[in-house]
Nanobody, 130 residues
Framework: QLQLVESGGGTVQPGGSLRLSCVVS?????????IGWFRQALGKEREGVSC????????NYADNVSGRFIISRDTDKKTVYLQMNSLTPEDTGVYYC??????????????????????WGQGTQVTVSS
């Protein structure tokens, strides 16, 4: 059974950094899943942040995080990371990782369409405040 667990959230001052982790529990390797990060601020719709393809060779970012956030993965640990730098109060929200079962080593992922993702974690809260 596919399960995802996020961690690493917390409270940070503007300009600070956090690294989120998403551990994927599955009988299959990460090479069979595109992984996306999404976030939802209070009172707002969930929005895409970033994704990494099942091949690991393709990464995509939302315009408002490009240049500040970096997605990466450790296939041995079945963990996907989201390094978040230069954080602003607008980055506050619950961050979710999600998995899109994919063909082996596919070179595609969507950083915007949450409907392409079948399994979701429970979320981790990120608060950026002075």
């Amino acid at each position: 059974q596919l399960q995802l667990v996020e961690s690493g959230g917390g409270t940070v001052q503007p300009g600070g950094s956090l690294r989120l982790s998403c551990v994927v529990s599955s009988e299959f390797t990460l090479n069979y899943y595109a992984i996306g990060w999404f976030r939802q601020a209070l009172g707002k719709e969930r929005e895409g942040v970033s994704c990494i393809s099942s091949s690991g060779g393709i990464t995509n970012y939302a315009d408002n995080v490009s240049g500040r956030f970096i997605i990466s993965r450790d296939t041995d640990k079945k963990t996907v990371y989201l390094q978040m730098n230069s954080l602003t109060p607008e980055d506050t929200g619950v961050y979710y990782c999600a998995a899109d079962p994919s063909s082996f080593n596919n070179h595609y992922c969507s950083a915007s369409s949450q409907y392409e993702y079948d399994a979701w974690g429970q979320g981790t809260q990120v608060t950026v405040s002075s």
